[in-house]
């Protein structure tokens, strides 16, 4: 029986590491949240621009340059397709931010 105390106290241990990580991960979040809202306000800013320019909102050649050079800067954690997958989201979330911004102001210009 005494080989299961060291059991049960790493057991604690491992718990206290998880949530000290969780909370590491609950910190890094916010962080990213405050990012992404910095990020929005000038993607809306660019597309502000755009639109008074009767330019194009979505460009998806920039798009495909911005995840090509991000994932040059990878450190391989996450593979290219993942990281797309992560700004094509972001991306979405920008041109939702545009649409509600717009409200029905802004016509894509014939090409």
């Known amino acids: 029986m ?8 790493d057991l604690e241990s491992g718990r ?5 990580l969780r909370r590491n991960i609950d910190e890094i979040n916010i962080e990213l949240l405050r990012l992404l809202e910095q990020r929005g306000a000038l993607a809306l800013n660019i597309m502000r621009l755009k639109n008074s320019s009767g330019l194009a909102l979505h460009d998806r050649a920039r798009e495909a340059a911005m995840i090509a050079e991000l994932a040059t800067h990878s450190r391989g954690l996450y ?3 993942e990281i ?4 094509h989201a972001i991306f979405e979330a920008s041109r ?3 649409a509600r911004s717009f409200a029905g102001r802004y ?3 014939a090409s």
Request: without cysteine; hydrophobic residues 55%; negative net charge.
């Open 2 to 9: 005494p080989e299961r105390q060291p059991l049960l106290a």
């Open 16 to 20: 206290e590491a998880i949530a000290l």
């Open 79 to 81: 593979d290219e397709g």
């Open 84 to 87: 797309a997958a992560v700004f």
């Open 96 to 98: 939702a931010l545009a």
């Open 107 to 109: 016509r894509e210009p």
